[in-house]
């Protein structure tokens, strides 16, 4: 009978965890760079520039709630405000696009990359821990979540998202190197 609580514990545990820290991030076909689709969890929704390759303006949507995600100044890529400044995304250090700080609203959390340049994983601490990784090594059109997000607000969890999806995008369009 223990084994069989044991077991059932196991289960529901796992079942959680995938319910409210895992998730996906991927492009709609494999060269567009402009738009993306997500799931955490049972929550999913879209993220896309604006205009197709307006890196500064990107808009994300999902059941019943959308947003827009901006560059404080034009093409300043080190510093983002979602939904108006309720949550900023900056760069720890200006064009250094492996460490960024997401603050606003209650919410500090720090994502990085593993190791300098390495853009197929990404670490993230503070208010929310977890990763955000590549499903195979340098194909950044498909990303793996295991997060705690479930607490964040929808504009700080689109903060995380974006992250992997801005560095990627203009890494792969060669803008960035």
Known sequence: MKF???LQFCLIFLLSGQ???QGKIRTYTSEDWDYWEYTIGSE???IRTYTSEDWDYWEYSGSGYSGKIRTYTSEDWDYWEVDGGAIKIKTYTSEDWDYWEITGSGVSIKMRTYTSEDWDYWEISGDATGKIKTYTSEDWDYW????DLA???V???MAVIFVPIFTSSIYVQGIIK
């Open 4 to 6: 069989i609580s044991a």
């Open 144 to 147: 793996e979540i295991s997060a």
């Open 151 to 153: 607490s964040l607000s």
């Open 155 to 157: 504009p700080a969890r």
């Open 19 to 21: 319910l409210f820290g």
């Open 44 to 46: 999913s929704g879209k």
